[in-house]
């Protein structure tokens, strides 16, 4: 097996649980609360990653520019998904919060030059389908 593949499993797998966790915190707590917490949980994966870099992680600006805007979407995202997750039902708030690689696949083609198929639109159509099903 491919060690991409591995990790992409693993990913799927533990993305699950992402999505399922933030419905059973604002159960407890408020969305805002639940993010701080989420933030903290992140903090040690961080520490462990800044650990298995040695302490010297890379520092190209780019890299570094990029890597903190990811990490502000995905915090601003995250705290408007356990705002969606704190009064609608998880199951249709993941769904549809799971149509974000639609964006990604736009933005590639657009600024990245990656090839937009025939197959990708209709990928995105059956994506978006199936979210108008999940949701009634």
């Known amino acids: 097996m491919d060690r991409w593949f591995l990790s992409a499993v693993l990913a799927l797998l533990i993305y699950g649980l992402w999505g399922f966790f933030p419905k059973l915190a ?22 462990f990653a800044l650990w298995l870099e040695d302490f010297r992680p890379d520092t190209h600006p780019r890299g570094v520019l990029f890597a903190v805007l990811t990490g502000a979407a995905g915090m601003l995202g995250t705290l408007f998904y356990f705002t969606a997750a704190s009064t609608g039902r998880i199951s249709v708030v993941v769904a549809v919060t799971a149509l974000y690689p639609v964006v990604t696949i736009l933005l590639a083609a657009l600024f990245l030059q990656e090839p937009f198929t025939l197959k990708h639109l209709a990928g995105m159509g059956l994506a978006l389908a199936a979210i108008v099903l999940l949701s009634v």
């Open 26 to 47: 604002v159960t407890y707590i408020s969305p805002r609360s639940a993010l701080v917490y989420e933030v903290a949980g992140a903090v040690l994966v961080g520490i």
